[in-house]
């Protein structure tokens, strides 16, 4: 294995005996970037836990916003093979989602574990922003919306699914029909999937977001589709969660997680 120290490449042992020196002296140590597996999540959390130091990790833009809802409300979600796989109806929130490699990887093949082979996914796109020509018309219905109103577009959702009036002149860009056309499909999945970017949805719009999938979840089978996470700060993210019981970034100092 590789290592450096000081700019120098340097053998294992000897970087060891170096960050050993640094460490005892140190009065509050960083541990960061985290490009890793569980075990060398769970190894970090346990040296952290050892010398009183912080927890940090390198992550996508908008990681934040995905990991602080995680951990306040609790995310119900599935992975790219099984939206692949199951979703007859594909909802996508917001202009990333639809020039994600991931929703392209997913639309290449039809959901034959919910509708049978050569039926494709029925998409319809919110607040596709400027992304537009990402996906064709064919491929998706573009229901438009305005992208800084979407905590509010997602609560009049909210609302229509639990049959709530809505504003007779619609909201955020949207007419009362669009809203009800929305969750008509998602009522009436099979197996629904919700994808989004967090660099897209604020914690807030990603909490309605939420609040939806548990009432679709009284009647049919609904569950979102997280994108543009980079795979080692997913995994710290949520080593974090389930070692501490706290989003990124914890910290030992006082000797217990806070």
């Known amino acids: 294995m590789a290592a450096i120290n000081e700019k120098a490449n340097v053998s294992l042992e000897a970087a060891l005996d170096s960050a050993a020196e640094i460490l005892t002296k140190s009065r509050h140590t960083v541990i960061t970037g985290l490009g890793s597996d569980v075990a060398g999540t769970r190894a970090a959390f346990q040296l952290a836990a050892r010398i009183g130091g912080t927890v940090d990790f390198l992550c996508a833009p ?88 979407l905590p509010g577009i997602l609560a009049v959702l909210n609302a229509c699914l639990n049959a709530h009036p809505l504003p007779a002149d619609g909201y955020g860009g949207l007419t009362a029909a669009h ?9 009436t999945a ?11 949805l604020d914690p807030l719009a990603i909490e309605s977001l939420t609040n939806a ?13 997280p994108l543009g996470l980079k795979a080692g700060g997913a995994t710290a993210a949520l080593g974090s969660t389930w070692t501490t019981g706290f989003p990124p970034r914890p910290s030992f100092a006082r000797g217990f997680p806070e």
């Open 190 to 200: 099979r197996f629904g999937v919700i994808a989004w970017s967090p660099t897209d």
């Open 213 to 225: 999938v548990a009432t679709l979840n009284k009647s049919t089978r609904v569950t979102m589709l």
């Open 179 to 187: 809203y009800e056309e929305i969750a008509g499909r998602l009522m």
């Open 62 to 149: 908008g990681a934040q916003n995905y990991y602080a809802a995680f951990a306040d409300k609790g995310l119900m979600f599935t992975t790219p093979r099984e939206a692949s796989s199951r979703a007859d109806v594909l909802l996508l929130i917001g202009p990333e989602a639809g020039r994600s490699d991931v929703i392209h990887e997913v639309l290449a093949c039809d959901p034959v574990l919910s509708v049978g082979k050569g039926v494709p996914h029925e998409v319809v796109w919110l607040c596709s922003g400027g992304a537009d020509n990402a996906l064709s018309d064919d491929e998706a219905m573009k229901v438009g919306g305005d992208l800084a109103a």
